[in-house]
C-alpha cells in the first residue's frame, strides 16, 4: 500500500515540476497587444507583461501535484484491486 502512494506522489510531483517549467517559459515569451481602433498600430504594441510574484503559484503547482498524486494513489490502494481476481487480461471487462 505505501508502494503505491509513494509511486503516485512521485508521478504528482513529476507532474507538477512539469507543470511549473512549463508555467516559467509560458511568463518568458513576449506579450503582442492590440488595442481597439481604426488607425493603424504603431511601434509601441509589441513588449513584456510584467508580472506579478509567481513563487507562490509555483509552489502550489509542485506541491499540489504530489499531494493529489499521494491522494489518488492512496484511493487506488484503499478502493483498488487487490490482484487476487481469478480473470486476467482483456477479457476481464466482458466476463463481469
Same mark, same amino acid.
Given at each position: ?30 506579450? +503582442?497587444?492590440? %488595442?481597439? /481602433?481604426? $488607425? #493603424?498600430?504603431?511601434? !509601441?504594441? =509589441?513588449? +513584456?507583461?510584467? %508580472?506579478? /510574484?509567481? $513563487? #507562490?503559484?509555483?509552489? !502550489?503547482? =509542485? ?5 493529489? /498524486? ?5 484511493? !487506488? ?20
Amino acid at each position: 500500500m505505501r508502494r503505491i502512494i509513494t509511486v503516485s506522489a512521485g508521478i504528482g510531483l513529476l507532474c507538477g515540476l512539469l507543470a511549473a517549467g512549463l508555467f516559467l517559459w509560458w511568463l518568458s515569451l513576449p506579450v +503582442t497587444l492590440y %488595442t481597439a /481602433g481604426y $488607425t #493603424p498600430l504603431g511601434e !509601441g504594441t =509589441v513588449g +513584456t507583461m510584467e %508580472t506579478s /510574484g509567481t $513563487t #507562490p503559484f509555483l509552489i !502550489g503547482m =509542485v506541491v499540489g501535484g504530489a499531494v493529489l /498524486g499521494g491522494l489518488v494513489g492512496a484511493a !487506488g490502494a484503499a478502493f483498488g484491486s487487490d490482484g487476487d481476481s481469478d480473470v486476467t487480461g482483456d477479457s476481464a471487462f466482458l466476463v463481469r
